[in-house]
């Protein structure tokens, strides 16, 4: 089970930081991901980490702005978000695959198994 919070309104420059607890299962040979979706586009990929060995990915839209990282011991997954934009303005998803290999990075969204709920973050101008 993934739980994502830390949604919510903020000025086109401001910061969030987003979170995704996960339970219930060993994540250690999964990824975890940022997906997001805003309004009237696909869910595409913002971010991914390799939950044991911490290879990272980021989409180019966020490259610089945002950072993934984890919390082995908590068991959760951030994503701080900085220099946020309107176009940042969408529904984020926190997501894990099914074990995965080290020889390539999850991308799709459909290598991605368990889904948490959409946080919303919405970026003023």
């Known amino acids: 089970q993934l739980q994502a919070s830390g949604g919510g309104l903020v000025q086109a420059g401001g910061s969030l930081r987003l979170s995704c607890v996960a339970s219930g299962r060993a994540f250690s040979t999964h990824y975890m991901g940022w997906f997001r979706q805003g309004p009237g586009k696909e869910r595409d990929l913002v971010a991914t980490?390799?939950?044991?060995?911490?290879?990272?990915y980021y989409a180019d839209s966020v490259k610089a702005r945002f950072t993934i990282s984890r919390d082995n011991a908590g068991n959760t997954v951030y994503l701080q978000m900085n220099s946020l934009k309107p176009e940042d303005t969408a529904v984020y998803y926190c997501?894990?695959?099914?074990?995965?290999?080290?020889?390539?990075?999850?991308?799709?969204?459909?290598?991605?198994?368990?889904w948490g709920q959409g946080t919303l973050v919405t970026v003023s101008s």
């Open positions: 997501a894990a695959t099914r074990n995965w290999g080290v020889t390539t990075v999850p991308t799709r969204v459909t290598n991605y198994y368990y």
């Open positions: 980490i390799r939950w044991n060995g911490g290879t990272e």
